[in-house]
């Protein structure tokens, strides 16, 4: 495994590197939430994650359970642990708020060149000993229906490092728009004979900090062995001249 990816400079001296981005697929960010607002930010968490257990049904189509996710040796007590939470600003003025934040869109609307619109958002919670998410491309298994035209950010609201299940990359895996083929018998995961382990490096970012990537980057992230959660709000944005074409992500 390569060398594991260092923080980012800080915010004040941020500068988006749009050559790199494109060269490697990804990039790095600072927080540019004060600890206050991360607080805020993790006390939504907690509320939204509260206000699907009081309904589930309600939120059905919103909601993944880790349950679903784990094997047999790692499912117990974990039956009524919420996973994913999906889509938020329907319900979430805080994370709505969040999504048009200067310092999330700002270094997107860099690297495309050109205004954006709201994709796809969602929590996803990784609380301990939570699923991994195994080897994927975005695009290959998730948005094939919609555009490639595609930049996520992945804002930590925790620490992240190995223990917790913190995102894995490897640089460079979206040259040319490679499809890696998926493990037989599955429609999301990728193949993990096809990954050169040799080339991934594991982004251990402090709480706030985030990385821009790429929807045919290869990235993973494990479960979370250890004793501290790790949220991430993620959001994802397609050019403006494209329109809102995913609007249909909202529950009815």
Not at 91 to 120: K, Q, Y
């Amino acid at each position: 495994m390569s060398t594991s990816i260092q923080s980012p400079t800080p915010s004040q001296d941020f500068e988006v590197d749009v050559d790199r981005y494109w060269r490697e697929g990804y990039l790095l960010a600072p927080a540019v939430v004060t600890p206050e607002h991360l607080v805020r930010l993790r006390a939504e968490s907690d509320r939204l994650i509260e206000l699907c257990m009081a309904d589930p049904q309600g939120h059905a189509n919103r909601l993944t359970w880790e349950a679903d996710y784990l094997d047999e040796a790692h499912k117990a007590g974990m039956d009524k642990v919420i996973r994913k939470i999906e889509p938020l600003i329907d319900i979430s003025l805080v994370f709505t708020e969040l999504a048009s934040h200067p310092g999330v869109v700002d270094p997107i609307r860099a690297i495309f060149g050109e205004d954006l619109e709201l994709f796809e958002d969602k929590l996803n919670l990784k609380l301990p000993g939570g699923s991994s998410y195994p080897w994927h491309q975005d695009w290959n298994c998730c948005w094939r229906a919609h555009t490639d035209e595609l930049i996520t950010c992945f804002i930590y609201l925790d620490d992240a490092d190995m223990s917790n299940g913190c995102l894995q990359v490897v640089p460079g895996s979206h040259l040319n728009k490679q499809i890696y083929p998926f493990k037989p018998g599955n429609r999301f995961e990728v193949d993990p004979a096809c990954i050169d382990t040799s080339k991934v490096v594991p982004a251990l970012l402090r709480a706030g900090e985030m990385i821009f990537f790429d929807p045919y980057l290869l990235h993973y992230s494990d479960l979370n062995h250890g004793s501290m959660p790790r949220r991430a709000i993620i959001y994802t944005y397609n050019p403006a001249r494209l329109g809102k074409i995913n609007e249909n992500r909202f529950p009815h």
